[in-house]
């Protein structure tokens, strides 16, 4: 089966993370290997999540400047993936997004994260190792509670596969 | 020179960029190669070796030379 040839509808990606409050995050080799990575997107271990934020990797330059020179330099450096704000539904059992906040108590923990994006036939992931950097509940009165939180991606340890 | 295993091993335990630890590593082109065609396509290994057969091209066979008769 060939990859999907054609432009993604929204909402058709999904946020999943590793079980239990000490894991061992995928190595490099293993973000890329698509039976390593589709073991962790499983229902099981779903974020649930209201939309999945951009990912990838960020816009990595350093810019130069030199007395005297008419025009500054760009140079590109390798691009770290990108920091991802992620608001999902209060859930105060849920054991996911349980894990998160005690992820972002510690700050020191590092777990793989995938996020699988789906024509419905074939899928792509991206699978990354990242720290939880902050967890807010916004209990305002006018909608329901939710909870946002931060993954930081750590430095090379992401990966791309597909099922194709 | 480094054996392919050995490669594969450092290479599958690694949390550092795979292209940067696989440049490090001296490994023959052939022995690469053929670890790949054996490897299964899904398996950590061939995402492995295919950075290793990147780094590391088989060099094209040199076409037999004619032989002079001087």
Request: hydrophobic share 45%.
């Amino acid at each position: 089966m060939a990859l999907p040839n054609k432009v993604l509808p929204g909402f058709s990606a999904a946020l999943y993370c590793q079980p239990t409050s000490s894991p061992t995050p995928l190595t490099t080799s293993a973000l890329s290997t698509v039976a390593s990575v589709a073991a962790i997107a499983v229902s099981g271990n779903l974020l649930p999540v209201e939309a999945i934020p951009a990912f990838g990797q960020d816009d990595a330059v350093a810019s130069f400047a030199i007395a005297g020179s008419r025009q500054s330099d760009k140079i590109p450096v390798q691009a770290a993936p990108t920091s991802m704000t992620i608001t999902a539904a209060w859930n105060p059992a849920d054991s996911q997004l349980l894990l998160m906040r005690e992820d972002a108590k510690s700050g020191v923990i590092d777990r793989t994260f995938v996020i699988s994006a789906t024509d419905g036939t074939n899928i792509v992931y991206y699978a990354f190792n990242g720290r939880v950097g902050e967890f807010k509940i916004d209990s305002a009165p006018g909608a329901e509670a939710k909870c946002i939180f931060s993954v930081h991606p750590r430095g090379n340890q992401y990966g791309w596969s597909n099922n194709a | 020179m480094m054996k392919v295993a050995e490669a594969i091993k450092e290479l599958t335990s690694t949390y550092r960029s795979l292209e940067e630890v696989a440049r490090g590593l001296q490994v023959d082109a052939n022995e690469v190669a053929s670890a790949l065609a054996k490897a299964h396509p899904e398996s950590e290994e061939f995402t492995v070796l295919k950075v290793l057969a990147s780094l590391n091209p088989v060099a094209p066979k040199a076409a037999p030379q004619a032989e002079s008769n001087d």
